[in-house]
Nanobody, 122 residues
């Protein structure tokens, strides 16, 4: 069982930066693949970024590649999402998720946080 708690969301102007954190409780954090997803009003939840258990492998959605960076600290059971050059279209609730398998599909993730709101003003 894994419990996830996101933090770090907020209101920022376009071009600004935010750093999201996701703290995990439970055992064997390093054995879990961690993903970030987001859901904007009226839209489906979409993949943002994923990181392997070791932290060596990462992937990003095309819309955020080059602007967002996912990282993890297995000693602190935490995964991060550094978001730079934010755009109004990045406005959404951001969720972290955990699973034993490497997958970009949100339906496959077993554990989810409660989400944190990110709002980017133009």
């Amino acid at each position: 069982q894994v419990q996830l708690v996101e933090s770090g969301g907020g209101l920022v102007q376009a071009g600004g930066s935010l750093r999201l954190s996701c703290a995990a409780s439970g055992r064997s954090f390093s054995s879990y693949i961690m993903g970030w997803f987001r859901q904007a009003p009226g839209k489906e939840r979409e993949f943002v970024a994923i990181i392997s258990g070791s932290g060596l492998n990462t992937e990003y959605a095309a819309s955020v590649k080059g602007r967002f960076t996912i990282a993890r600290d297995n000693t602190k059971n935490t995964v991060f999402l550094q978001m730079n050059s934010l755009k109004p279209e990045d406005t959404a609730v951001y969720y972290c998720a955990a699973d034993r398998e490497y997958t970009l599909y949100s339906n496959n993730y077993d554990y989810w946080g409660q989400g944190t709101q990110v709002t980017v003003s133009s």
